[in-house]
C-alpha cells in the first residue's frame, strides 16, 4: 500500500508547485497527487513541469486532480494528458465531454462527491457514471463517502462493487461545507477498520499526528492482516 499527499493538502505551498513537490517528496516519495484543480493552478503546473521535469522523479505513484471547469477542455484535456501521471481525477459532478474523457481510457478517474454536489454521491449514482467510461477508475474519498452515510455501509459498497478499478484512496475529514480537515489520531483508528489497504492512500490534509507517529502507524498498518469482519 503506497502513502502519499496532496500538494492541496498544503495551503501555505500549494500555488508553488516548486515548493510544494520537494515538500511532499520529503514526507512521502511513494505517491503524490498534483492539486490543479483551478485554471490558473493547471497552467502553473504545466509551466513548472515543462521546466523541470524531473521533479517527479522518484515516486512511485502519481495523480494529477484536473480543474471542475474549463473554458477549452480540449486544451486543458492535453495539458493534463502531459502530466506523466497513471491518473487524472476528475468530480463526478463535473465532467469533461464524454468523448474527451474516454481518450483517456484507463488515466482517467472518477472521484465520488460529497452530499454538497448533485450527482457522483451515492453507489447507484456512481455506478450510472462509472458504465459510460468502462476504462475508467475510481478515487474513492473516504470522507465524502461517510458524510453521504455515516455507517459506511456507502464506502463499503464502493469498494467491493469497484475493486478492480481503485486508482487510490482520499483521506481526511470534512466539515458541513465539505472542506477537508485533518484526521487525528482517533480517526486514523477509525480507518483500520475500513477494507481500503488495496490501493494507494493520498492524504488531503495532513493528519494532526507527528510525523513519527504516522510513519510507526503506517508501518503497523501493512503488517496487521484486515479483520474477517472489516473485508
Not at 485554471?39 to 502519481?62: C, K, M, T, V, W
Not at 474516454?102 to 449514482?125: F, P, Q, S, V, Y
Not at 483500520?192 to 504516522?214: G, K, M, Y
Request: hydrophobic letters at 40%; proline letters at 5%; aromatic letters at 8%.
Amino acid at each position: 500500500m503506497l502513502v502519499g499527499y496532496s500538494t492541496g493538502a498544503f495551503p501555505e505551498l500549494r500555488e508553488n508547485f516548486s515548493l510544494v513537490i520537494p515538500h511532499a517528496k520529503s514526507l512521502s516519495h511513494q505517491a503524490i497527487e498534483l492539486n490543479a484543480s483551478s485554471f490558473q493552478r493547471l497552467e502553473n503546473l504545466s509551466s513548472y513541469l515543462h521546466d523541470a521535469p524531473e521533479s517527479l522523479g522518484g515516486f512511485e505513484y502519481i495523480s494529477v486532480h484536473a480543474p471542475a471547469t474549463s473554458a477549452d477542455w480540449e486544451v486543458t484535456m492535453q495539458q493534463l494528458s502531459d502530466v506523466a501521471a497513471q491518473s487524472i481525477l476528475f468530480h463526478a459532478d463535473t465532467l469533461p465531454p464524454r468523448s474527451l474523457l474516454l481518450e483517456l481510457g484507463a488515466r482517467a478517474a472518477i472521484e465520488n462527491m460529497d452530499h454538497l454536489k448533485t450527482d457522483g454521491r451515492t453507489l447507484k449514482e456512481m455506478s450510472i457514471i462509472l458504465d459510460q467510461f468502462p476504462d475508467a477508475q475510481i478515487v474513492i474519498d473516504v470522507a465524502h463517502a461517510h458524510q453521504v452515510d455515516s455507517s459506511d455501509h456507502l464506502l463499503r459498497g464502493l469498494v467491493s462493487s469497484f475493486s478492480d478499478r481503485i486508482a487510490h484512496y482520499h483521506l481526511s475529514k470534512l466539515n458541513s461545507q465539505a472542506w477537508h480537515l485533518p484526521l487525528n489520531q482517533q480517526d486514523l483508528q477509525w480507518l483500520e477498520t475500513l477494507p481500503i489497504r488495496n490501493a494507494p492512500w493520498i492524504w488531503e490534509a495532513c493528519p494532526a499526528v507527528s510525523n513519527q507517529f504516522l510513519v510507526s502507524y503506517l508501518k503497523q498498518l501493512q503488517q496487521e492482516p484486515l479483520a474477517a469482519n472489516n473485508i
